[in-house]
């Protein structure tokens, strides 16, 4: 199946330019699994493709092992040493395997992708804790498939996760947010990366830093604050894009969120009336016991935000990260 477009990141994106994301095939409900038969994931189909672009691919497939096909495991052989073999046939594909997922990663390299989703479990595709055999041993969930190895060695700043993680409510959210920050980050690097423009992107992203790493965000900062002339702005992006992927990979917790929302409902409490006030006091105050999802005090600190024309606030991609038809804000 080729990659199939069927819409835009609506707000999320500025550019208007599609949100690409690479897939395991299987993932998409195409009947590329060894035994012929799919792994369709109903969050990836039913909700994600209406803003999605997908990049679809099998690399068991694609290197050639047809459809159906004997299974293929990871095998350790020595300390250290872990070998992709096929057990019916005692064929080795290691080499194989490595060989086209370098090259096909730098193809991938070039598809504009903004995120990367992968099967889990899989001796090609899983991301992590993936079985390791050994002889005369109960298999180890130590591994990565070998071809998610090489993407992610390859492409460290891609938001990357497996659909196993992706139906924990907050890591799916997260991923998310880093996918639709990726597209405004190569949106950015498209119009040509300058000083101005990266600090322009640190002040958009401030908020959605804040609430993964307060520490993170100030040494991004710092990054961006403190670099010479001497320092070129290519140089200077790679350094922020480095930390950037950083604090971003980690999902907030409600006590960071809490503190984001605080801090920024501080710039609209003034112009509020007590009324107004004590209900989004209370909208936070209850998200943080649970009692509430993020969206209920976001939407409110949206709302006066609009009223009181706070641009500092609507510009913030903390209110804004994703399509709102999504709904991943209803579930954290
Ligand atoms: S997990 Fe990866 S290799 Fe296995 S069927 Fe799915 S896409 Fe193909």
Same mark, same amino acid.
């Given at each position: 199946?080729?990659?199939?477009?069927?819409?835009?990141?609506?707000?999320?994106?500025?550019?208007?330019?599609?949100?690409?994301?690479?897939?395991?095939?299987?993932?998409?409900?195409?009947?590329?699994?060894?035994?012929?038969?799919?792994?369709?994931?109903?969050?990836?189909?039913?909700?994600?493709?209406?803003?999605?672009? =997908?990049?679809?691919?099998?690399?068991?497939?694609?290197?050639?092992?047809?459809?159906?096909?004997?299974?293929?495991?990871?095998?350790?052989?020595?300390?250290?040493?872990?070998?992709?073999?096929?057990?019916?046939?005692?064929?080795?594909?290691?080499?194989?395997?490595?060989? =086209?997922?370098?090259?096909?990663? /730098?193809?991938?390299?070039?598809?504009?992708?903004?995120?990367?989703?992968?099967?889990?479990?899989?001796?090609?595709?899983?991301?992590?804790?993936?079985?390791?055999?050994?002889?005369?041993?109960?298999?180890?969930?130590?591994?990565?498939?070998?071809?998610?190895?090489?993407?992610?060695?390859?492409?460290?700043?891609?938001?990357?996760?497996?659909?196993?993680?992706?139906?924990?409510?907050?890591?799916?959210?997260?991923?998310?947010?880093?996918?639709?920050?990726?597209?405004? =980050?190569?949106?950015?690097?498209?119009?040509?990366?300058?000083?101005?423009?990266?600090?322009?992107?640190?002040?958009?992203?401030?908020?959605?830093?804040?609430?993964?790493?307060?520490?993170?965000?100030?040494?991004?900062?710092?990054?961006?604050?403190?670099?010479?002339?001497?320092?070129?702005?290519?140089?200077?992006?790679?350094?922020?894009?480095?930390?950037?992927?950083?604090?971003?990979?980690?999902?907030?917790?409600?006590?960071?969120?809490?503190?984001?929302?605080?801090?920024?409902?501080?710039?609209?409490?003034?112009?509020?009336?007590?009324?107004?006030?004590?209900?989004?006091?209370?909208?936070?105050? /209850?998200?943080?016991?649970?009692?509430?999802?993020?969206?209920?005090?976001?939407?409110?600190?949206?709302?006066?935000?609009?009223?009181?024309?706070?641009?500092?606030?609507?510009?913030?991609?903390?209110?804004?990260?994703?399509?709102?038809?999504?709904?991943?804000?209803?579930?954290?």
């Amino acid at each position: 199946m080729s990659a199939r477009n069927v819409g835009n990141a609506g707000t999320a994106s500025t550019s208007g330019k599609s949100i690409r994301i690479g897939i395991s095939s299987c993932l998409l409900g195409q009947r590329v699994r060894y035994d012929g038969g799919h792994k369709r994931d109903r969050f990836v189909t039913d909700v994600l493709e209406t803003f999605v672009e =997908w990049v679809p691919l099998c690399p068991e497939v694609e290197l050639g092992l047809g459809i159906p096909r004997p299974t293929i495991r990871l095998e350790r052989v020595a300390e250290g040493t872990t070998r992709l073999v096929m057990p019916s046939t005692g064929e080795d594909l290691t080499s194989r395997m490595k060989a =086209w997922a370098e090259e096909r990663v /730098e193809v991938l390299s070039a598809l504009d992708l903004c995120g990367y989703i992968l099967k889990k479990d899989s001796p090609s595709c899983g991301m992590e804790r993936v079985n390791i055999y050994r002889l005369n041993q109960a298999p180890a969930r130590a591994g990565s498939g070998m071809f998610a190895e090489v993407l992610l060695r390859k492409a460290p700043d891609l938001p990357v996760e497996e659909e196993g993680r992706l139906k924990d409510p907050r890591l799916r959210e997260n991923f998310v947010v880093r996918v639709f920050a990726m597209r405004r =980050w190569k949106d950015m690097e498209a119009l040509g990366v300058t000083r101005a423009r990266l600090l322009e992107f640190h002040a958009r992203h401030k908020y959605l830093c804040m609430a993964r790493n307060q520490a993170g965000a100030r040494r991004l900062e710092r990054v961006l604050g403190s670099a010479g002339t001497a320092v070129s702005d290519a140089a200077l992006a790679r350094a922020y894009m480095y930390g950037f992927t950083a604090v971003m990979g980690r999902p907030p917790s409600t006590r960071s969120h809490t503190n984001v929302l605080q801090h920024m409902a501080g710039y609209v409490s003034d112009d509020l009336d007590p009324a107004d006030r004590s209900e989004l006091t209370a909208a936070i105050h /209850e998200y943080r016991s649970g009692l509430l999802p993020l969206i209920v005090p976001l939407t409110l600190l949206r709302h006066h935000a609009r009223r009181q024309d706070r641009t500092c606030l609507l510009e913030q991609a903390y209110l804004f990260p994703h399509p709102h038809e999504l709904m991943l804000l209803n579930h954290v």
